[in-house]
């Protein structure tokens, strides 16, 4: 091996070791109570990798995303309000056991959202679906039940970078539906720490579920989850 490719191969590995490094201690210190990062395991590192390895195919690519989008809308359900709920088991004894509260709706911010639709589905088989499409900071479709203000939303978008399109999604959801940010869950897979940061100073009350945070966010999901990459 050349000098040159010593050198390249330290670099690389220099970057790789700062990312991971910086990525650890966003997760400690960074955000508030309110951002719920997921703990790393080697399980969501290597599906992190699986859907950044620019050889993988579509077919495997979005198997490996809706497993990601899973454990995450999983890990999202977890920050929705429960109540207790006593069942009769099959053997005639109690069991003190807790359910959520009904009346939780899905927005997608289209049309990255809908990639992960399935995956929230596949947890809540009978929740509804609203949708709003959103192009260079402006909305150009919106369908919401009228009820919207009176649920709890999981608002689904995978992949933050400035953060430009879950802030306009945000801003129509509390100024045109008087939808209180309290209520609502963000649920995203990867973010940039700006981007966060940015959607986290001017919403503050905005509980937020991510798989991971690093500078370089993978922009390509949405193309090739759909194809048209």
């Given at each position: ?88 088991t099959p053997t005639g004894n109690c069991f003190q ?22 995956g929230i589905r596949e947890c809540c088989r009978s ?12 909305v150009i479709y919106a369908k919401l039940p009228s ?83």
């Amino acid at each position: 091996m050349t000098t040159v490719e010593n050198n390249i191969n330290h670099l690389a590995d220099n970057l790789s070791t700062e990312e991971n490094g910086m990525n650890d201690e966003i997760s400690d210190n960074q955000f508030p109570e309110n951002v719920h990062i997921m703990k790393i395991n080697n399980q969501l590192r290597e599906l992190h990798t699986l859907l950044r390895d620019r050889t993988t195919c579509r077919n495997d690519f979005k198997f490996y995303a809706d497993r990601l989008i899973r454990l995450t809308v999983e890990a999202a359900l977890d920050q929705l309000p429960y109540v207790p709920y006593d069942v009769i088991t099959p053997t005639g004894n109690c069991f003190q056991g807790l359910r959520h509260e009904k009346g939780t709706l899905c927005i997608s911010l289209m049309r990255s959202g809908e990639a992960m639709e399935k995956g929230i589905r596949e947890c809540c088989r009978s929740i509804r679906i609203g949708k709003i499409l959103i192009n260079e900071g402006h909305v150009i479709y919106a369908k919401l039940p009228s009820d919207v203000n009176r649920r709890r939303l999981l608002v689904a978008y995978p992949v933050i970078t400035t953060g430009s399109t879950v802030l306009t999604g945000l801003e129509v959801l509390i100024k045109e539906y008087q939808c209180k940010q309290s209520n609502m869950i963000l649920i995203t897979l990867f973010s940039t720490p700006d981007g966060l940061k940015h959607i986290c100073e001017l919403y503050p009350d905005l509980t937020i579920v991510i798989s991971e945070i690093n500078t370089i966010a993978p922009n390509h999901f949405g193309q090739k989850y759909f194809g048209t990459d």
